[in-house]
């Protein structure tokens, strides 16, 4: 592979949440480097990504829009999600895999 190149996103397993306004988090499924994060919600939804149970995800973290999706590079090592929203609810979606193009 060239430097520069891009690989497109392939799937490994993908979980779901109902972000609420309390923090919850769940367990990835699959692996790869990255992580695909689609909120299928009508409010923004706040995540972080980690490695071990007992994560909490706070309005200071990564917001992804109503509607919207962000492929984020996690590592080897992220096994779990946590996700919080200001008001209301979201469904959540998080799709392990390898790739850096959604």
């Known amino acids: 592979m060239s430097t520069g ?6 799937p490994a397993g ?23 994060i689609y909120n299928a919600g009508a409010t923004p ?4 990504l980690g490695g071990a149970t007992g994560l909490t995800a706070t309005l200071n973290d990564t917001p992804v829009p109503p509607g919207g999706r962000m492929l984020v590079g996690a590592g080897p090592f992220v096994s779990y999600a946590a996700v919080l929203v200001a008001s209301g609810s979201a469904l959540v979606y998080f799709t392990l895999g390898d790739g850096d193009t959604y």
Do not use: K
Request: glycine share 10%.
């Open 5 to 10: 190149s891009t690989q497109p996103f392939r």
């Open 14 to 36: 993908t979980v779901s949440i109902t972000a609420t306004a309390r923090a919850a988090q769940i367990p990835l499924a699959g692996g790869g480097n990255a992580v695909l």
């Open 45 to 48: 939804v706040f995540f972080r």
